[in-house]
């Protein structure tokens, strides 16, 4: 197992600003920051202090306010200029860093700088001597080959540049995958060339973009191939389709059994609140944070989850969802689903229910979501008091009337033919099997329970709920439940949904 320790580099007010419809002023900022702090980030990418007076002077503003437990690091292109506002707006937090870059791949020289390689190189080692100079002991100077995904055809001439880089004072060297092109395991391979060629001391980052979907999986093989800085931002922001989102970076991390230094708690409320701040929406799917993806809905996947519900390992998701905070998993109802997730709704809407009522009821809930889709638990808990406390069939209960201690008058239909016969026995609800025995309707009971009901259920109010079990002469057994505020009445009802839930069997 891998163990050395992660360091996490946050993009988010840098990359993920400079990509924002509207970038952040000083107390946006201000507050991103608390989250990152809060969350544990071993270094901050705060700015790029040359883009524009109001970005120096949040920057500036940040760096005065970082304690000596995170590294603020501001960004400046291969230029004086830059590297001169980038030391400025950073000199004063506890931990400076500048971060200078340019890029080495064949085709940015070419047709962006329009500069030869050699001219390039030397442009590199300049800009690392000049902001070592500036910075001196107090911090460091992180170097990025911009584009290093596009350097697969002179990776000499790169290692070369990073050596003499190093040579200049970078203790840092950062390999951005700037726009992901190709796979990840040739990006990979490159990083440990560098890593290989580069002093031990030396650490070696990777930073990703996401525009085909792969900048966590070129991350987390980039850490087990030996890079330790993990660049990335909250919530995946950045250019385009975005930077690697570090949370999804930690909790592989965390999966794979690396000790990972990040409040992995505070990672859902983080990533809504950056949702917030930044107006960009989390993807209802995005993986950990999107508000659909602890969401089961395939019957087969509901009873695998309702089955490891309590179990850290879930046979349906990746993680314990309160590892990063969140406790919404859930299972809804489409067409889709199933028995099991029939009876998890209603027993966590608060309602009784056994797993044979759920099976008896299903059918009936499919056939309206496939109508819907997906069913509220409002709609599902109307059909199960419709079906399980109200049951439809050929016997109707009238009346139910006590003549003395052990004799009962029991009028209901049967098929709208009226039948009013004398039960006895002992208590109502025997005396009733006894006077639908006399009129040809034969139920053993085989199992009996009363619990009380405080107030109501489905705004019926009641103070009993009986549950029977019938056993008909053909062996056909049912579970039925009656709801009353009398609890002879509860018995009787239990009673009549059980005959009707007999004769639908039939
Ligand atoms: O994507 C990139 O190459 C960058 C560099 C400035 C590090 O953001
Ligand atoms: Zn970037």
Redesign the pocket.
Known sequence: MENRKPFFFDSTLR?GNQALRKPWNLGEKEFVFSLLKNLGVQAVEIGYPGSCDMEFDTCKQLASQAGDDIVVCG?ARAVERDINLAYDAIKDAVKPRIHT?ITLSPFNMQYVLQKKPEDVSKIAVDAVRYAKALIGSKGDVQF?V??FGDCAENMPFVIETLQKVVEAGATTI?L?N?VERTRPVDFVNRVKMVIDALPKDIVVAV?C?NDLGMATATTVESYFAGATQLEGCLNGLGERAGNTNLFEVAVVLHNCGVDVPMNLKEIYETALMISEKSGVPIYEKAPLIGQDSLAHRSGIHQDGAIKTKDMEKGAYRPIHPSLIGRDDEKVSFTSQSGKTAIYEIIKSAGYPITMEEAIRITPIIKEAAEKVGELPTRNITDIYFKEVFKVKGPFTLDKFTKISENKFRVEFKYNNKRYNIVGEDNGPLSACLDALRKAGFPQKLIHYEQVAIDGEIKGVSADAMTVIKLEAPNGTVVTCRGLHTSTAMANIIALFNGLNLISAIK
Do not use: M
Request: glycine share 0%; net charge negative.
């Open positions: 990359d960004l870059f990025s911009e584009h950062n951005p700037t930073h973009h």
